[in-house]
């Protein structure tokens, strides 16, 4: 599938000074036609778009809106400027959730990352019972949170778990009850959420090294290039668009981090473990306090968009950058 | 053949011009979160209450309050809300019934005598603008721990300690004996109701009126109200480990099953023991936090979202008329292990633990709970702030201004 393959199907054969060149022209040639036949797919499209500009943006600005009024349970007009910011960054709850949130994001996104990479690349080496492996991996990936956090939770009870069972067998020593204190309940997520993701990370990047071109393989064993300085070097940024995706998902199921901890610890002990969307679920529903909960989403969504946006103008450069060096 | 089809679809007419003497029973759904054991019984009273005058109640009930109060609210706001919730009087529905969204059971209520068999404390907290909004079912007293007879003769203790210092000495004897002196809960409410009976048995029933109902800064600050801080920070050597996040009745279970000594609880944890099986003053003993000259108390009631259906809204009459109900109040409690709201009852048939709690309210010794007069907004906070303290306890000045600070934010 390299650059210089005649497998695509290209408008005639034009003969160029380069493969890649003649590409490039194929390319422009097929653009223009494209964009007649684009107009219908649009005219489509055009009943999802106006769903989607009026509920979810729409939703977006009035949740914008609620979070500048001083509503409780139900919404009112009344103004009240940037107060209920004021409150909300006050309150030590909030503080705790945005400090989780980004040892969750740390630990479990760069967790699932790197031991999804390792169980890939070993299993793309032992091909005997591949498949049995593979589906082993990935299932707890089809759990649901809930259950996740649960059978963590029930992992980790010291009277009832693993703690529990190796000491009955002797071995007294053994400690395992993270969630019951409050400097280690946050890494006891930590652990549930990689042991959920690893196998999907996994999973998207044995799909991206079975594409790998198997030439490179011999090439770097007659150069005699250590296997390990092979992947780093070579694989590892080819497989980028591959890992840049499973960046993105994984980074998505963090922020919206909820259901795991309440099956996990329900914010506790105190309140160490919680983060923010349990924090404005807590607020919109329990406490009574809408002002309070729509001004947190406000804040989760403008950090958001401040990681997101700049990554996207970034691409969006470079991939211009490319369009008009050719 | 034609007079014998004719007769057969005369007889047909009639029989169904009959059916609706035999109506199905009205269904009503009814939101709560009364899961545990003895919960069930109780609500089982009231189920049957409610079959013999043709109602079904189609139970729709969430463990833990909190998750059932979300339920709710998100039914609420979307438009769809159950015809009944079981929730606090006080200023827990304050605001929705403010926003007009709930219906009045004034007149069912006046009709069955409430207005003057609820005492005026109770009478004001389901008052709204003047009318009857809320069918309060029962008081709960929490001002009770609740132990387990053998283990305290197990550990030597000969009688219930009547100062903190003698319960710190007996919680060392269970310890010494190897079993676990305080059942634990580790939920936020749990440790905040835990931490109210600490504190109205340090400064009192008025001091604790003081704080709460009128939010008065220099009792907070006093010395009293720090005392309290450090008992409730004290009992951390005394509980089980594994407490984080156990459901209430689990805790009591440990009490039950002998293998802790006692447990800070309101009294709904009597339940769990007659659904166990054993009696007060015999299996268990039930005494006030040392010092206290009153009790904490809570009311459950039944609040009505206002539905377009005029069944539902029969039904939901029906109810509110059932729950005044004086036999239905004592056979409730008996289950749930509360006691009736109702003064004109007779409470003879209730244990020896719910007399103590009548007394109370009789003699006038009473507190409302903090759920009472807070709202769901400072009572988030609150639980935050001593769910958090417990787990990692800074200075007492700390939390107390934390505290200040939750009393201020309305």
Known sequence: MGIGSRSDKGSGNLPGPTPLAGQVRRIAMGERRRV???????LALLPVAAIVVFFYIGATLWTAGISLTDSRLLPTGKFIGLTQYQRLF??????TSLVNLVILAVLVIGGCLVLGTLLAIALDRAVRFENSFRTIFLYPYALSFVVTGLVWQWLMNPGLGLQATAQQLGWTWFVFDWPQHRETAIYAVVLAGLWQGAGFVMVLMLAGLRGIDQDIWRATRIEGIPVTRTYWSIVLPQLSPTIATALILLAMGVIRTYDLVVAMTNGGPGTSTSVP??????????????????????VMLVTVLAVVVPIAYAQNIRAARRRNAL | MHRLGLSVFCSVAALSCAAPALADPIKLEVANSWTSGGEAAAKQVIIDALAKKGVEWVDSSIAGFESANAAFNSRLMAGNPPPVKAAIAGLDQSE?????????????????????ALPKLLLDNVTFDGKIYEAPIEFHGESMYFYSMPVFAKAGIAAPPKTWDEMFADLDKVKAAGLIPVAWSGQGWQEVKTFNTILLSVIGTDGFNKVYTDKDEATVRSPGFAKAVDIFNKLHNYIQPGSENLNWNDATAMVITGKAALQFEGDWAKGEFVNAKQTPGKDYGCEFAPGSDGTIIISDVFAFPKVKDADQQKAQQILAETVFDPKVQVDFSLKKGS??????????????????????????KVAPEQAIVLTPAQNGTLTDLISQYFAA??????????????????
Not at chain 1, 90 to 95: D, E, G, H, K, S
Not at chain 2, 103 to 114: E, F, M, S, V
Not at chain 2, 342 to 360: E, G, P, Y
Request: aromatic content about 6%.
């Open chain 2, 339 to 364: 006691f009736p709201v109702r003064a004109d009852v007779d409470t003879s048939a209730l244990d020896i633990c719910a007399q103590k709690d009548v007394a109370m309210v009789k003699a006038g």
């Open chain 1, 277 to 298: 969307a349990k924090f404005i679920i807590d607020n919109l529903f329990g406490r009574q306090n809408l002002g309070l909960a729509t001004a947190g989403a406000t």
């Open chain 2, 96 to 116: 929705v019934i403010g926003q007009g969204l709930m219906t009045d059971i004034d007149a069912t209520a006046k009709a069955a005598g409430a207005d003057k």
């Open chain 1, 90 to 95: 006050a309150t030590p709850v909030w503080q």
């Open chain 1, 36 to 42: 007649g036949r684009v107009a219908v797919p649009m």
């Open chain 2, 393 to 410: 306890p800074t200075s007492t000045d700390a939390f107390v201004d934390g505290f200040v600070a939750m009393l201020k934010n309305a």
